[in-house]
């Protein structure tokens, strides 16, 4: 891309002198490869799901890249930042699909990644003046990038903001604690409205001294002398060993301070993140600086995600054990293959439907009017008014869903092809209650059959009698009881089901 591909008056923008100078100072920042800043870059990688992250200052020709991190290099998105830092103030740029951005279609040739599709790009400012970039990318498109991930990019981008002001004033001789501490109110806004604690530990006198986020993170108030014993007790019991731990051994080992741990006060999960700001003559510590930041979100979608992938394990170990069954038991009474696919893709798609249901509630249950509309509806091609459904609704569980799925599918075939459903007139049924039972509660589910085609008991059982007998074998003290009255098929099941199933579906 060229330089031309951007708006002449942005280039204006990105070349003011009070702007310039700004950048010029912080230009001589040593800061690349600066570990806070590699962090913030994989905490936004994180963060925004992406594979790309990297900070950037930004001026009229080119970018400077501070830090980056994910599966490649640092890339050349310069077109893409400064349009950014011309755009709207404080707002994203974001690119969900390049390939089809008029305004972006050479970032192939520019980053000389023929894969990257999504761009977003946050501002960067440092004192009141809009200097770099904070960007996320990956090679696949996306649908959406919305307002909360935006909103959780701006913060993130406003720390990169406060860090590199802080070490820009550092270098410029900022090494008094009270000067420390007006660098601190002066970027206390943008790290809360990041969601942010900052803090200055004075280490020989144990002061602790933070923004209002970093006491109202710990339970702390500041309007009371605080210390740093009074931090480490605001811990969680559990990890305030490990944590007090690491920060003795970063003071002896001269590392970064870095560790995950929960408030006492409200079992938020926290990052902490510090480092020796100061030293005495001798090279003792004696001024110590950090942040913590709120990672319950992440810690809580992270567990989540651990148990829906354990849940999902188990379902589809047993789906394919179902479907194994279903193709050997379909392929004992087929001959003709077109006769096979056609009856097994069936009973497939059964399961599909139900697996689709599962996966929208995140495998906590379906309800059983949506299972019901989805497993019989599609075969009522007169009329869907040939479809009656009577009951309250509610949640069933995976395995009561499934298996349910499969009768429900066998009934309604059969149904459509020899029963009710093969004529205009034909009715069916479905009605449903909730019994006390001996041991637990138990969901009964009547299907009748009317007005089809007079119906005579089979001489032999055939496939789908056995698959809708056998369908809810996974569920315990379940039952199933086929009947053949002359005005049409009924069919009895019957479940057990716990108090927790037994809810309206919402």
């Known amino acids: 891309m060229r330089s031309n591909d951007i708006p002449q008056g942005a280039l204006v923008f990105l070349a003011e002198p009070s702007r310039h100078d700004v950048l010029s100072t912080l230009k001589l920042l040593d800061v690349q490869g600066d570990r806070d800043l590699d962090n913030l870059a994989k905490l936004a990688l994180s963060m925004s799901g992406s594979q790309i992250a990297q900070i950037s200052l930004v001026d009229e020709r080119r970018s400077q890249i501070l830090s980056h991190a994910g599966e490649s290099g640092a890339l050349n998105i310069w077109v893409i930042e400064a349009s950014a830092l011309a755009g709207p103030e404080k707002n994203c740029l974001v690119v969900l699909n390049a390939g089809e951005d008029v305004r972006f279609a050479e970032i192939d040739a520019v980053a000389h990644t023929p894969n990257l599709r999504f761009v977003a790009v946050a501002p960067i400012y440092v004192s009141d003046m809009c200097v770099g970039t904070l960007s996320v990318m990956s090679n696949e498109p996306r649908t959406e990038f919305g307002q909360a991930d935006q909103s959780q990019l701006l913060q993130l981008a406003s720390l990169a903001a406060a860090l590199i002001e802080l070490k820009r004033d550092a270098r410029l001789g900022a090494n008094s604690i009270a000067t420390l501490h007006r660098d601190e109110d002066q970027g206390a806004m943008a790290l809360e409205v990041g969601n942010v604690g900052s803090w200055v530990w004075d280490l020989r006198t144990g002061k ?134 056609e009856a097994f893709s069936g009973r497939l798609r059964a399961i599909s439907e139900a697996h689709t249901l599962l996966s929208d509630r995140e495998w906590s249950g379906i309800s059983l009017i949506d299972l019901i509309a989805r497993q019989v509806e599609p075969y009522a091609i007169h009329d869907p008014k040939q479809i009656e459904l009577t009951g309250e609704d509610m949640v069933l569980p995976p395995d009561h869903a499934l298996g349910l799925g499969i009768a429900l599918h066998e009934l309604a075939t059969n149904a459509a092809r020899h029963g009710a459903l093969s004529v205009a007139g034909g009715r069916v049924r479905v009605s449903w209650q909730v019994e006390a039972g001996l041991n637990a509660s138990r969901v009964v589910i009547h299907w009748i059959e009317a007005n089809g085609p007079k119906v005579l008991p089979p001489d032999a059982r055939g496939l789908g009698e056995r698959l809708i007998e056998r369908s809810l074998d996974k569920v315990l003290s379940s039952s199933v009881r086929l009947s053949y009255p002359e005005t049409g098929l009924e069919a009895l099941i019957s479940m057990p089901i716990g108090d927790t199933s037994n809810t309206v579906a919402r």
């Open 208 to 341: 602790f001294t933070g923004n209002r986020m970093a006491y109202t993170m710990l339970g702390l108030s500041p309007d009371h002398p605080v210390n740093g014993e009074d931090v480490f007790r605001a811990m969680h019991p559990d990890d305030f060993p490990a944590m007090k731990s690491a920060f003795t051994r970063a003071l002896v080992q001269n590392q970064d301070y870095v560790g995950e741990f929960r408030a006492a006060s409200s079992g938020q999960w926290l990052l902490g993140r510090g480092r020796i700001f100061e030293r005495d003559a001798a090279g003792k510590p004696i001024v110590a600086v950090g942040v913590n930041i709120d990672i319950t979100e992440t810690k809580n979608a992270a567990e989540k995600t651990r148990l829906l992938l354990r849940e999902l394990n188990h379902r589809v170990k047993n789906t394919l054990a179902m479907l194994q069954s279903l193709a050997r038991q379909t392929l004992n009474r087929s001959s003709d293959p077109a006769e096979f696919m």
